[in-house]
Structure formats: structure tokens, C-alpha cells
């Protein structure tokens, strides 16, 4: 039986890679720091299905036990501070858990177990301002927030174990992927569950900010598929996976709010706290390397990941306002 050890595994990402291991027999262990209160939500319905143990990123000593504890034979360092907005505000703590906590982690397999698979979440935040399009592994790279170049850094970190070390060290260099897990403070859980608000008549609007950006949106229970994909070759790579589709974000409003029969236009306002300081305008991928190495496909459509985002957070919508008229007959 196969083990592996995942960072971030309460996440999105980590919740469906788990959900995906666990199918394949694989024991999983799955990383949460001692000092904090996890969100289990994600994870509730295998809660028990995983072996949880101790670590945190910023310390490497709590790493090395963390490996020689779980013993894998992959690793998945998928922790990191994900949200590209928070970069700005917080710079600092994004380097250290985003960039430095990619260097801690590499570390403590290196010395404990040298032989493990090792997986880095990249971004395609990498790209930041696109020198070419669509883009694929050999694109250079121009970040364009502190997210970004904190993902660099972690990226780049991973190709120099592996040039260093000999470690069968990967980069997934993934494009947007969403799903109904994905936090509330992304742009696509922000408009799912505010239209879910309008419609249930809770909201009377939803305020956003570039609706012109350009983003390469996918499911992210497919994308975990290819993560799995990578660790499973003869030969440790890198590769870029997307959909290879483009849409803005208002494309994505104008979905979220037609399928519970609504018109974006009454409800969407623009404002300008949402800007950010410096933006990505197009991120569009070439995933022709995973496709034909990997064998990796997509399976679910951009309107149909929309769709699915929408429909969960009405059923969730509807069930807190259940609970709410039955506690005010209580």
C-alpha cells in the first residue's frame, strides 16, 4: 500500500487529491499545524480515513518528524497563502509560507526520506504579464504580485533539489481551477454565493472588480488527477495545466447569474477596492505536454463548473436559511 503525505489537504486542492488517493488505496496522511483550529469542512466526509500528524512550515524540525512519521512515498506540498489579493497587504507572510515553506518542506524529505516523490503546487500566477500566449513550460516567466514571485521562488526551488539532490522533484504549473470547495474570498466563490444571495432574496447586490480579466478556469477535482499523473512517470518534469480555453470574468458572472434566471446587469456594481495594484490581464495555458506525457483529460466544462459552483451554494444558502426559520420557532 502506497503512502502519501499532503500539505494543505483541509484546501480545496488537498480535500479532492485526498478524496482521489484514497480511491487508489493509498494511506494518507494528511499534514494540519498544531498550533491552529482546522477547517474540517472539506474534508468532513473522510475525516476519519485520514492519519493526521503535526507540522508547521515554517518550522523545519516539525517537517522532519512529520515525514519520518508518515514515511511516504509521495509528498504533496500543497499548503501555501493562496489568495493573490492578500499578497499585497501581506508580502512578508507570503514569502514565508508560499516561497521559504517550499524550501523547508524539499529539506526535510531530503533528509528523511530522499527516495519520496515529491509534487509543488506551482501557479500560473508565474506568468503575471504574459510574453507570449497561449503559455506553456518553456514561456519565461513575469510575475506580477508578491503571490507570483513567492511561487516562483518555490517553483524554481523544486527544479534546483531535483538538479541538486537527484529527488524526484515536480511542478504542476496549474491555471485558475475552482469548485464548490473553493474559499468565499476568490472571485468565483464571491460571485456563486452571491448569486445564490440574490436569488434567495438576501442580497440586492454583488460588487465586483475587473470584470475584463482574463482568466483559464478548470474543475479542480481534475486537476488533482494530473498532480497524481505527474508522480506516477519514470522522469520527474514540470508541466502546465489549463484547459487551454480563456474567459473574462465577467463571462463567468453572466453564467452564474443566467442559470437561476437572473440578469448580471441589475445586480453587478463595479468597484474600484477590488482593483488590484498591478494586473494579470490573460492567462491562457497550453496543456499539449500533459496531455500526450501524462495521458491527462479534462472532464468537466467551463459552464458546467459555473453551473455546479452556483447549484451548491443555493443548497447551502437554503439549508442556513432553514436553520434559521426553524430556530425562530424554537
Known sequence: MKRALITGVTGQDGSYLA??????????????????????????????????????????ASLIEAVRVSDPDEVYNLAAQSFVAASWPQPIATGQMTAIAVTNMLEAVRIMKPMAKFYQASSSEM?????????????????????GVAKLYGHWI??????????????????????????LEFVTRKVTDG???????LANELRLGNLDAQR???????????????????TPDDYVISTGETHTVQEFVE?????????????VVMDEQFMRPAEVDLLLGDCTKAK??????????????????VQSDLKRMEAIQSQGKALQWI
Open 216 to 234: 483559464d478556469w478548470g474543475f479542480a477535482g481534475d486537476y488533482v488527477a494530473a498532480m497524481w499523473l505527474m508522480l506516477q512517470q519514470d
Open 127 to 147: 506568468f503575471g504579464k504574459v510574453v507570449e500566449t497561449p503559455q506553456k513550460e518553456s514561456t519565461p516567466f513575469y510575475p506580477r504580485s508578491p503571490y
Open 19 to 60: 478524496e482521489l488517493l484514497l480511491s487508489k488505496g493509498y494511506q494518507v496522511y494528511g499534514m494540519r499545524r498544531r498550533t491552529s483550529t482546522p477547517n474540517y469542512e472539506n474534508v468532513i466526509h473522510i475525516k476519519d480515513q485520514i492519519n493526521w500528524v503535526s507540522g508547521d512550515l515554517n518550522d523545519l
Open 292 to 309: 500526450e506525457e501524462l495521458g491527462w483529460e479534462l472532464k468537466v466544462s467551463f459552464e458546467e463548473l459555473v453551473k455546479m459552483m
Open 195 to 201: 448569486v445564490a444571495r440574490i436569488k434567495l432574496g
Open 158 to 183: 523544486t527544479v534546483n533539489y531535483r538538479e541538486s539532490y537527484n529527488m524526484f522533484a515536480c511542478s504542476g504549473i496549474l491555471f485558475n481551477h475552482e469548485s464548490p470547495r473553493r474559499g
Open 255 to 267: 453564467i452564474a447569474f443566467s442559470s437561476v434566471g437572473l440578469n448580471w446587469r441589475d445586480y
